[in-house]
T-cell receptor
């Protein structure tokens, strides 16, 4: 069962612009995580936000979490061509062993 | 840095063959996972293991089994490969604490003909 759903499915921007991706989920969560996947590779963890946090920053990344709306957003500021990748949100609901991923947003940053 | 190593990047097998996908992690992690990734479907959890010899079904366990005899190694077994098991398989591990990120291998792209 798919817990998180990213929006949009694909996003194309110019280098230097900001990119915003959204994630909606269905059930209550313990934490929400964002991952990046470069083409043909494994996923790399970017940032984790706990259910009692509203916003978190890491370098050019900003993540927000709204548990009342069951949604999260990932903002990448001043994007670079190297940010081109697929981005996934993943949620850990009651059973924390099972981290459930969405289908991802494909971000293309044009130089 | 945590390293999760999957034994093959690309694998081609025939329908009906028994297939073993191996995953090894070097950080003494308790939890290990197998996902498959398909276009338009994202990542789906096949099986996970929270400790040696312990396993639990994920969302799509049919047609698969797993083995965790040693802490560092988690094997995914396709008992009788079928063409609908053609996919990218991703292994991941993490420490036993629930709030820990997953560390992924680079994946095995399996083609069943």
């Amino acid at each position: 069962s798919q817990q998180g759903e990213e929006d949009p499915q694909a996003l194309s921007i110019q280098e230097g612009e900001n990119a915003t991706m959204n994630c909606s989920y269905k059930t209550s969560i313990n934490n929400l995580q964002w991952y990046r996947q470069n083409s043909g590779r494994g996923l790399v963890h970017l940032i984790l936000i706990r259910s009692n946090e509203r916003e978190k920053h890491s370098g050019r990344l900003r993540v927000t979490l709204d548990t009342s709306k069951k949604s999260s957003s990932l903002l990448i500021t001043a994007s670079r061509a190297a940010d081109t990748a697929s981005y996934f949100c993943a949620t850990a609901p009651g059973s924390n062993y099972k981290l459930t991923f969405g289908k991802g947003t494909l971000l293309t940053v044009n130089p | 840095d945590v390293k999760v190593t999957q034994s093959s990047r690309y694998l081609v097998k025939r329908t009906g063959e028994k297939v073993f996908l191996e995953c090894v992690q070097d950080m003494d992690h308790e939890n290990m996972f197998w996902y498959r990734q398909d276009p338009g479907l994202g990542l789906r959890l096949i099986y996970f293991s929270y400790d040696v010899k312990m396993k639990e079904k994920g969302d799509i366990p049919e047609g698969y089994s797993v083995s965790r005899e040693k802490k560092e190694r988690f094997s995914l077994i396709l008992e009788s490969a079928s063409t609908n098991q053609t996919s990218m398989y991703l292994c991941a591990s993490r420490p036993g604490k629930s709030i820990s990120p997953l560390h992924f291998g680079n994946g095995t792209r399996l083609t069943v003909t």
